[in-house]
């Protein structure tokens, strides 16, 4: 099968009835032709189903949560990766299965798809620089931070935020909102892309770019990175394609006025690298 065929066909789908495993073992499909999708999916299966006796037993929904949470973070011992957070291999849910160590957005799509095949409603939460699963036992809300095995609140939420962003940010509710499926892909990717860019590695950096924009569409500010991704592949006429689409609606981006000199760059690059 073909990944970037299989993402695009979940991407059609309404965000209720995307597989986030799926779509996350499709994403890392594509830079490992041998990942067996349908194989990883039977494995998560198969922990589901070998944690559903002790789920089943509880009375509770929020005993279930608890007894899942106890069952992952210490039986199984799935947990963040901290000596290694930067390794592209934590965003591949196959490898996330295989070693038992993630980044949150991983940790938390591996979560939220065992207490869907439990039956219980858990949702992923894009945080600010801390993807959480929020879960609802009981007629309540819950937080849970996957990466590191427990539990929190929202006064955890605020202080975390205010380390993260220096005290920039301020919380707002709305940042502990549910996150549409697509929405969480996209991030995934986006993880993925700024660790290659880092890492200078463009061309793969651009599959995440053009994969951000099918699960998304039309994504401005996508359009805008892919362009400066394409600029450093020596793409001149992609990149001044992207930013002239991007310009023609973001004329007042604080950034037009660099921007437009870099097409205007583009522009004499074009004909000779294209």
Known sequence: MNPRQELERLALLPNEEISLAEGALWI???????LDVQGCLSRLHALAEKLR????????????????????????????????YANPENSDLDRVLETRRGIPITLSILYVDIAERLGLDCRGVSFPGHFLVKAFPDETELLIDPFAGQTIDIADCKARLARATKGRVPFQPHMLDA????????RLLRNLKFIHIRNKNYETALGCSERILLLAGD???ELRERAL???????????????????????????????????QALRKEAPTLN
């Open 219 to 221: 994504d401005l500010s």
């Open 229 to 263: 991704i394409y600029r450093e592949l020596d793409c001149a006429g992609a990149a001044l394609s992207d930013l002239e689409r991007y310009l023609a609606f973001k004329p007042r981006d604080p950034q037009a006025a660099a921007l437009s000199s870099l097409a």
């Open 53 to 84: 006796p002790g789920i089943a037993s509880r009375l509770s929904e929020q005993a279930k949560i608890e007894t899942l949470n106890a069952a992952l973070f210490h039986s199984e011992g799935y947990s963040g990766n901290s000596s290694d």
């Open 179 to 186: 996150t549409p499926s697509k929405e969480i892909l996209q």
């Open 28 to 34: 890392a499909a594509e830079s490992r032709s041998d």
